[in-house]
């Protein structure tokens, strides 16, 4: 039996209820409290009057007795029903935030448990809080007085403790009841699930409107709050929660409600003073990510150390939000009343439920869901009178822009009739929109431009081949329709220049600008093309052209000795003479191919040392397609003959320049008759006369004609050499380094045939391009090694035997033999993993193909230079070698090119002070 002293122990009399009339008994007041789970079949042993009688908590009540510090209290209710009817079923309603059980039995019968949300233990590990609002039923047996036992197990605050005074009533009043709050509550909370769906999808097509962001914001805050502390919702889907859970639905109610009040401020600030209060508005949602932070970081009975700074937070917002509704009303900004509206509902509703909390209000129901909806709504009417007022702006601006277009079009209308310029826009279609230029028609010479096609206009009546124009078309195709990138893309491969045939059969010369027409999303759905006839443009450029190209060519002649000049021309159309019999000559087409290249590059050679560079690049151009016949093992004879005809061109354009404007007379010159044979009898035969028998003048007019026979048998060698070699300053600036020093040493006064001199000057062209190219370095690497900062180029010239020798060498780094093996073995000259003597390597460098470049230039590095040096050589019955000597550094090696002439070619005078006539023997 249970110990029973109606002083002591709290109780409800339910005689007065009536219980057919299903009348609602609140079972608030004073209840008996013990501190933890206070098993209820010990009840009969203890002594219930040492426990003590608290009123039930409340949100806004704090616990009356000493708090338990283990951050996971836990208390047990009990109280006594009086005078409860037989076979009757309650509905008892309660709140708790918590684990709780229901024990319901009459007195003095062993206690039944009735109901059981989440659980409730002693051990910790085994807990399953859970927010919830339970509906227990509760049947009595008999006629007489029971107790009820309500036992929490509390996580987020310091003690157990039920939230809302259980209330008894009829079962099917209360399930009928509780339904009803389900239902509303649903629908509350899937209203605001709506108007944030809404607002989110609003943002999304008017992102500029971050007023409407914040709106959004808000809604979805509301949402997490309103799920996370429904107490009938949330069980519905965890029935058996954990406390991670529970965890994490507190954090999302504190968390939602901080960031309430920063979200709706930033909807004001949006709203109605974009651009203010941005500094207070940014330390605000830095405090909120602070204590939401720290919110996530405690533990969850220490979330409570966080609340009143959260609610004081939320509070100095609130009333900053609302001073700045009541500014906005003032100032009568668009939607501020309307908002002001919402904020005192909202504030209304609060107070209501704070008041219900507290028990000032004994009925009434919790509205504040209620105000936060109706709240949302009139921030959308906010949106929605912002909207409106903007969509009425844009429709004045729309009218007025109407009409500016209308004034604009007439005025583009009168450009496009006055302008002296072919415009045109090019559609879908390649289609010709049918505004156009009225100029357009004077430049095609038709008025039937209108839905033509761009490739009947204008391509097809131009000299753009089919090709060209294919892929002008498909670059258009390609770029309407298309994002303006394709367009930059493809500008390359429209026209810029064409020439253009008119309807009327006038020719001219057509310019092109081609500009692409994007809508807002950068999408093209029009090319405008600008033409120009530049005709007349086109001639004076070509007159103009033609004048500097006269001017540079006469520079050029005017730097050239007269004799030079006289000379390169007819050695020049001889060359290209010879190359042309080599095409007619039946022979091997690679060697042809390999003599021409030959050939050409001498010419080349000379032409450069000479500065005429319009002649070197056409042969430099020649070069390039023999070099490309070769490697593809092909013979193209008429592009070969077109590019001599162009390069024959090019020298008598020099020739005809120079005759015109120089009056130099080109292309006379005196020439001896009779063969050099026969020259050299008759001298040999003068002689032998005695010229002592002879008086002075007799004697002088003899060696008058001997002096000229001799100069028609032989050229000076010296100043052959010396006029070659003139050429050094201008090649050492060609390749970006200082002109060497030149030194020569002739032991005696040489006379030579002058062809042979011709071949010796060539052979020293290609010579003295590698020297300055790969040999002699520049003039901070010939510093670094000790050497002096300018080069030198030596050149002794003496007799042995009967052959004229002339020993070519410079102070360079050598030859790189390491280089020179493997372009042999590259080119097959050499075998691969032999061993060779440094003479064989270096002699490799007259084998065509050896080069020690590692880049081809328009000086060097063709690997055909020295084979034309010993080409030419042989052919005159000499002969050139390389002496190799010391290794300098690695495996670089000093050497000198000698040259050797046979007796019949030359003739030695003596001493070079020596007036003295010598025949040839």
Same mark, same amino acid.
């Given at each position: 039996?249970?110990?029973?002293?109606?002083?002591?122990?709290?109780?409800?009399?339910?005689?007065?209820?009536?219980?057919?009339?299903?009348?609602?008994?609140?079972?608030?007041?004073?209840?008996?409290?013990?501190?933890?789970?206070?098993?209820?079949?010990?009840l009969?042993?203890?002594?219930?009057?040492?426990?003590?009688q608290?009123?039930?908590?409340?949100?806004f009540?704090?616990m009356?007795?000493?708090?338990?510090r283990t951050?996971?209290?836990?208390?047990?209710?009990?109280?006594?029903?009086?005078?409860?009817?037989s076979?009757?079923?309650?509905?008892?309603?309660?709140?708790?935030?918590?684990?709780?059980?229901?024990?319901?039995?009459?007195?003095?019968?062993r206690?039944?448990?009735?109901?059981?949300?989440?659980?409730?233990?002693?051990?910790?590990?085994?807990?399953?809080?859970?927010?919830?609002?339970?509906?227990?039923?509760?049947?009595?047996q008999?006629?007489?007085?029971?107790?009820?036992?309500?036992? /929490?197990?509390?996580?987020?605050?310091?003690?157990?403790?039920?939230?809302?005074?259980?209330?008894?009533?009829?079962?099917?009043?209360?399930?009928?009841?509780?339904?009803?709050?389900?239902?509303?509550?649903?629908?509350?909370?899937?209203?605001?699930?709506?108007?944030?769906?809404?607002?989110?999808?609003?943002f999304?097509?008017?992102?500029?409107d971050?007023?409407?962001?914040?709106?959004?914001?808000?809604?979805?805050?509301?949402?997490?709050?309103?799920?996370?502390?429904?107490?009938?919702?949330?069980?519905? %889907?965890?029935?058996?929660?954990?406390?991670?859970?529970?965890?994490?639905?507190?954090?999302?109610?504190?968390?939602?409600?901080?960031?309430?009040?920063?979200?709706?401020?930033?909807?004001?600030?949006?709203?109605?003073?974009?651009?203010?209060?941005?500094? %207070?508005?940014?330390?605000?949602?830095?405090?909120i990510?602070?204590?939401?932070?720290?919110?996530?970081?405690?533990?969850?009975?220490?979330?409570?150390?966080?609340?009143?700074?959260?609610?004081?937070?939320?509070?100095?917002g609130?009333?900053?939000?609302?001073?700045?509704?009541?500014?906005?009303?003032?100032t009568?900004?668009?939607?501020?009343?309307?908002?002001?509206a919402?904020?005192?509902?909202?504030?209304?509703?609060?107070v209501n439920?704070?008041?219900?909390?507290?028990?000032?209000?004994?009925?009434?129901?919790?509205?504040?869901h209620?105000?936060?909806?109706?709240?949302?709504?009139?921030?959308?009417?906010?949106?929605?009178?912002? %909207?409106?007022?903007?969509?009425?702006?844009?429709?004045? @601006?729309?009218?007025?822009?109407?009409?500016?277009?209308?004034?604009?079009?007439?005025?583009?209308?009168?450009?496009?009739?006055?302008?002296?310029?072919?415009?045109?826009?090019?559609?879908?279609?390649?289609?010709?929109?049918?505004?156009?230029?009225?100029?357009?028609?004077?430049?095609?010479?038709?008025?039937?431009?209108?839905?033509?096609?761009?490739?009947?206009?204008?391509?097809?009546?131009?000299?753009?081949?089919?090709?060209?124009?294919?892929?002008?078309?498909?670059?258009?195709r390609?770029?309407?329709?298309?994002?303006? %990138?394709?367009?930059?893309?493809?500008?390359?491969?429209?026209?810029?220049?064409?020439?253009?045939?008119?309807?009327?059969?006038?020719?001219?010369?057509?310019?092109?600008?081609?500009?692409?027409?994007?809508?807002?999303?950068?999408?093209?759905?029009?090319?405008?093309?600008?033409?120009?006839?530049?005709?007349?443009?086109? /001639?004076?450029?070509?007159?103009?052209?033609?004048?500097?190209?006269?001017?540079?060519?006469?520079?050029?002649?005017?730097d050239?000795?007269?004799?030079?000049?006289? =000379?390169?021309?007819?050695?020049s159309?001889?060359?290209?003479?010879?190359?042309?019999?080599? @095409?007619?000559?039946?022979?091997?087409?690679?060697?042809?191919?390999?003599?021409?290249?030959?050939?050409?590059?001498?010419?080349?050679?000379?032409?450069?040392?000479?500065?005429?560079?319009?002649?070197?690049?056409?042969?430099?151009?020649?070069?390039?397609?023999?070099?490309?016949?070769?490697?593809?093992?092909?013979?193209e004879?008429?592009?070969?003959?077109?590019?001599?005809?162009?390069?024959?061109?090019?020298?008598?354009?020099?020739?005809?320049i120079?005759?015109r404007?120089?009056?130099?007379?080109?292309?006379?010159?005196?020439?001896?008759?009779?063969?050099?044979?026969?020259?050299?009898?008759?001298?040999?035969?003068?002689q032998?006369?005695?010229?002592?028998?002879?008086?002075?003048?007799?004697?002088?007019?003899?060696?008058? /004609?001997?002096?000229s026979?001799?100069?028609?048998?032989?050229?000076?060698?010296?100043?052959?050499?010396?006029?070659?070699?003139?050429?050094?300053?201008?090649?050492?600036?060609?390749?970006?380094?200082?002109?060497?020093?030149?030194?020569?040493?002739?032991?005696?006064?040489?006379?030579?045939v002058?062809?042979?001199?011709?071949? @010796?000057?060539?052979?020293?062209?290609?010579?003295?391009?590698?020297?300055?190219?790969?040999?002699?370095?520049?003039?901070?690497?010939?510093?670094?090694?000790?050497?002096?900062?300018?080069?030198?180029?030596? @050149?002794?010239?003496?007799?042995?035997?009967?052959?004229?020798?002339?020993?070519?060498?410079?102070?360079?780094?050598?030859?790189?033999?390491?280089?020179?093996?493997?372009?042999?073995?590259?080119?097959?000259?050499?075998?691969?993993?032999?061993s060779?003597?440094?003479?064989?390597?270096?002699?490799?460098?007259?084998?065509?193909g050896?080069?020690?470049?590692?880049k081809?230039?328009d000086?060097?590095?063709?690997?055909?230079?020295?084979?034309?040096?010993r080409?030419?050589?042989?052919?005159?019955?000499?002969?050139?070698?390389?002496?190799?000597?010391?290794?300098?550094?690695?495996?670089?090696?000093?050497?000198?090119?000698?040259?050797?002439?046979?007796? =019949?070619?030359f003739?030695?005078?003596?001493?070079?002070?020596?007036?003295?006539?010598?025949?040839?023997s």
């Open positions: 039996m249970i110990p029973f002293d109606t002083n002591v122990l709290s109780q409800s009399d339910t005689r007065s209820s009536s219980w057919s009339e299903d009348e609602k008994v609140t079972l608030d007041g004073a209840w008996f409290v013990r501190g933890g789970l206070l098993d209820p079949v010990k009969n042993r203890r002594n219930y009057q040492k426990s003590r608290i009123d039930v908590m409340t949100p009540k704090a009356g007795f000493k708090q338990v951050g996971r209290g836990s208390v047990t209710y009990y109280r006594l029903l009086k005078n409860l009817p076979n009757y079923q309650f509905g008892m309603r309660y709140r708790a935030d918590t684990s709780s059980k229901v024990y319901f039995y009459r007195v003095g019968s206690p039944s448990q009735v109901a059981e949300f989440g659980k409730v233990t002693n051990n910790p590990r085994h807990h399953f809080p859970q927010l919830i609002d339970p509906l227990v039923k509760l049947k009595s008999k006629k007489g007085d029971y107790f009820i036992v309500i036992q /929490v197990q509390n996580y987020f605050y310091d003690e157990g403790g039920i939230w809302r005074a259980p209330t008894l009533d009829s079962w099917q009043e209360a399930e009928k009841t509780w339904q009803i709050e389900l239902l509303s509550e649903i629908f509350t909370i899937g209203m605001i699930f709506i108007l944030t769906a809404y607002n989110f999808v609003l999304f097509y008017r992102r500029e971050y007023a409407n962001f914040w709106l959004s914001v808000f809604c979805t805050c509301v949402l997490l709050r309103a799920t996370a502390t429904s107490g009938k919702i949330l069980p519905i %889907f965890f029935t058996e929660p954990n406390l991670d859970v529970y965890s994490f639905q507190r954090w999302i109610e504190f968390s939602s409600g901080q960031m309430l009040t920063g979200s709706v401020l930033g909807f004001v600030l949006y709203s109605f003073y974009p651009g203010r209060f941005r500094s %207070f508005f940014t330390f605000q949602w830095i405090l990510f602070g204590t939401v932070v720290a919110a996530f970081l405690l533990p969850l009975h220490r979330i409570r150390q966080v609340v009143i700074p959260m609610d004081v937070l939320i509070a100095i609130g009333a900053f939000v609302f001073y700045l509704a009541v500014a906005a009303v003032v009568k900004k668009p939607g501020a009343s309307i908002y002001l919402g904020c005192i509902v909202v504030l209304v509703t609060g439920d704070i008041l219900l909390g507290l028990k000032v209000l004994d009925e009434g129901s919790f509205l504040i209620y105000g936060t909806a109706f709240f949302i709504f009139c921030l959308g009417q906010v949106v929605a009178k912002k %909207f409106a007022l903007a969509f009425r702006t844009s429709r004045r @601006l729309s009218i007025h822009l109407e009409e500016e277009v209308s004034i604009k079009t007439k005025d583009i209308r009168s450009i496009l009739d006055n302008i002296p310029q072919g415009i045109l826009t090019i559609g879908e279609g390649e289609i010709i929109h049918p505004n156009y230029s009225k100029f357009l028609e004077t430049i095609t010479g038709t008025n039937h431009i209108s839905g033509m096609k761009i490739q009947d206009l204008i391509f097809r009546s131009s000299d753009m081949s089919p090709d060209k124009i294919d892929i002008a078309l498909a670059s258009i390609s770029s309407i329709g298309e994002f303006s %990138f394709n367009f930059d893309v493809n500008i390359d491969h429209l026209p810029k220049d064409v020439r253009y045939t008119s309807a009327t059969g006038e020719k001219k010369y057509l310019r092109f600008t081609w500009s692409a027409i994007a809508n807002s999303q950068d999408i093209i759905y029009k090319i405008m093309l600008a033409v120009k006839d530049v005709t007349e443009l086109r /001639v004076f450029e070509e007159e103009n052209r033609l004048q500097k190209r006269e001017i540079g060519i006469i520079e050029e002649i005017i050239v000795q007269k004799e030079k000049f006289f =000379h390169f021309i007819d050695e159309l001889e060359f290209i003479e010879r190359c042309s019999r080599l @095409l007619v000559d039946d022979r091997d087409e690679q060697n042809t191919l390999r003599e021409l290249f030959i050939k050409l590059h001498t010419l080349k050679g000379i032409s450069r040392a000479h500065g005429f560079k319009a002649i070197s690049n056409q042969i430099h151009l020649a070069e390039d397609h023999i070099q490309s016949q070769v490697k593809q093992s092909r013979f004879k008429d592009v070969i003959e077109k590019n001599l005809d162009e390069l024959r061109e090019t020298i008598i354009e020099y020739r005809d120079a005759n404007r120089l009056h130099y007379n080109v292309g006379t010159k005196t020439d001896y008759t009779g063969n050099r044979e026969f020259i050299a009898a008759q001298a040999f035969q003068l032998q006369l005695n010229s002592d028998g002879l008086d002075g003048e007799n004697k002088q007019i003899l060696e008058s /004609v001997l002096s026979l001799n100069d028609a048998l032989f050229r000076d060698l010296r100043k052959g050499v010396e006029e070659t070699f003139s050429s050094v300053e201008e090649i050492a600036v060609m390749v970006g380094k200082e002109p060497p020093h030149v030194t020569y040493s002739f032991e005696e006064s040489i006379g030579i002058p062809d042979v001199l011709k071949v @010796l000057n060539h052979c020293f062209v290609h010579v003295i391009r590698n020297s300055l190219d790969h040999g002699i370095e520049s003039s901070e690497d010939r510093i670094k090694k000790g050497k002096p900062s300018v080069g030198s180029i030596y @050149l002794d010239v003496y007799t042995q035997e009967s052959w004229l020798m002339i020993n070519y060498s410079d102070d360079g780094r050598g030859l790189d033999l390491e280089a020179v093996l493997h372009r042999a073995i590259r080119e097959e000259v050499l075998e691969e993993g032999k060779y003597p440094a003479a064989e390597i270096a002699d490799c460098i007259f084998r065509s050896v080069t020690t470049a590692r081809v230039t000086i060097s590095g063709r690997g055909v230079g020295m084979d034309a040096v080409s030419f050589m042989r052919n005159l019955g000499g002969e050139v070698s390389i002496d190799v000597r010391d290794v300098t550094s690695g495996s670089f090696c000093t050497f000198s090119l000698v040259f050797a002439i046979p007796s =019949h070619l003739q030695s005078f003596g001493s070079s002070s020596s007036d003295e006539i010598n025949s040839v």
